[in-house]
């Protein structure tokens, strides 16, 4: 929503914080090696390959002239940006071995044309948003069966900065354009995290890969376990201290979260496709009635019911956020949003809308840019006023990539 002619009163914090951001990268600049080699260093850590000469020579230009984070746009123009750096970010998030090294496929497309098109990235938990390539190319069309669209434009070599065309993900993938979340009903994610199972794995992934946490890092004993699954042992190796003590801590914020999900599922023949590579995403509708649960939930949401007949049958994908008390409340849950819903979308918009996304975004980006995590006061002080500015820049990550590259640019 667009500020009415008077400033608000927080747009000056907001312009303040954008001076100290300026301020922050122009000393990092000043600080260490001259305007060509920052400018160099810039590009290297941005691109990934050397600038030519007439790239380097403008941006060390606009470094003299205290313009930095124009060099940094500058560099985010040359077609590695988005063909190898952010592929390579964005790659470890479809995959449970977290490993760059696999083909192109529409979850790591939708960050890089999200990060591309200065969007909203918090669209990347809940939008109705898909990209794939341009209708132009002439490529086999996007199927959610099989992941040959992607593989093909990445065999193209057609630059991604130009190739992407964004669309509504329910137009291609058949979900209802309610039951999309983003990057979370992508096929490449269901593929990964919805495939067998009980659903709880898109919740520990998109904790690690959305949040920077593992579930190590949330338990909680403190909370009810009145929404644990039966297939939760209260007595593992038949001492019940195990499960109060530490299944608890994971399983009591987990599994009324992962509720979400209830709906979904990864459908494949795992005699003839092991791997998966030509299952789909499914989705129950009102229409759809699964044998082994009588409802639309899916099966697996019922397996190994005899562990613990008393646990809580999932009747439904309504879901709630216990971590709103208890210490998880650190994580900073928006107060505007309920902290329950129903179905993957509202789910992720409660991640998305977290002070933890944030925080999370701009980490990763910084450690991506910087080739190491924040390791002192000024280092933390710079994440800081770089999740500041993610907000109010509308959570525009490529800004991110921007800041985080001229502040490491005397390094």
């Given at each position: 929503?667009k ?15 954008s ?14 090696a001259?305007p ?20 380097l ?6 470094i ?23 592929k ?13 090294f696999v083909p ?6 939708t ?6 098109d ?13 990209y794939?390539?341009?209708s ?5 069309s ?29 137009t ?13 009903t992508?096929?490449?994610?269901a ?13 520990r992934?998109?904790?690690i ?7 190590e ?5 403190s909370?009810?376990?009145?929404r ?18 530490n ?6 914020g987990?599994?009324?979260?992962t ?5 979904y599922?990864y ?5 003839s ?11 129950n509708?009102?229409?759809?009635i ?22 809580y ?5 309504q879901w ?8 998880n409340?650190?994580l ?23 002070e933890a996304f944030a ?11 910087c ?9 933390r ?31």
């Amino acid at each position: 929503m667009k500020a009415p002619e008077r400033m608000r009163p927080n747009a000056f914090k907001a312009c303040s914080m954008s001076l100290l951001i300026l301020l922050t990268v122009t000393y990092a600049c000043a600080a260490g090696a001259g305007p060509r080699e920052q400018a160099k260093r810039i590009h290297d850590r941005i691109a990934g390959v050397p600038p030519s000469e007439s790239v380097l020579d403008l941006m060390e230009g606009y470094i003299t002239d205290g313009n930095a984070l124009e060099a940094a746009d500058l560099a985010m123009d040359d077609p590695a940006f988005y063909d190898a750096t952010l592929k390579n970010f964005a790659a470890p998030w479809t995959n449970e071995a977290m490993t760059p090294f696999v083909p192109l496929n529409d979850y790591t497309a939708t960050v890089i044309g999200l990060v591309r098109d200065e969007a909203d990235f918090r669209e990347v938990l809940y939008g109705d948003v898909l990209y794939v390539g341009d209708s132009d190319l002439g490529l086999t069309s996007y199927s959610p069966s099989n992941n040959t669209h992607y593989e093909e434009l990445e065999e193209s070599g057609e630059p991604l900065k130009d190739a992407l065309q964004r669309v509504n993900q329910s137009t291609f993938s058949g979900l209802p354009a309610s039951a999309t979340a983003g990057v979370i009903t992508s096929r490449a994610a269901a593929r990964a995290f919805f495939s067998a199972g009980t659903n709880r794995a898109m919740f520990r992934f998109t904790l690690i890969n959305h949040m920077c946490r593992d579930l190590e890092q949330v338990a909680d004993v403190s909370l009810p376990p009145d929404r644990i699954r039966q297939d939760v042992s209260r007595s593992p190796g038949g001492d019940s201290r195990v499960f109060l003590n530490n299944c608890v801590g994971c399983h009591t914020g987990m599994d009324p979260m992962t509720q979400a999900f209830a709906y979904y599922d990864y459908d494949y023949d795992p005699d003839s496709d092991p791997d998966g590579e030509l299952g789909r995403l499914v989705y129950n509708t009102v229409n759809d009635i699964d044998p082994d649960t009588q409802s639309r939930v899916v099966g697996k949401y019922h397996i190994n019911s005899a562990t613990f007949e008393q646990g809580y049958v999932t009747p439904d994908d309504q879901w709630d956020n216990y971590w709103r008390q208890g210490t998880n409340r650190r994580l900073g849950w928006d107060p505007d949003l309920p902290g329950s819903g129903n179905g993957a979308k509202s789910l992720g918009q409660e991640w998305a809308n977290s002070e933890a996304f944030a925080e999370c975004q701009v980490e990763k980006v910084f450690n991506n840019v910087c080739l190491r995590p924040p390791s002192d006061s000024d280092d933390r002080n710079q994440v800081d006023a770089m999740v500041a500015s993610f907000k109010t820049t509308g959570y525009n990550l490529k800004q991110v990539f921007a800041e985080s590259a001229v502040y490491c640019a005397g390094e």
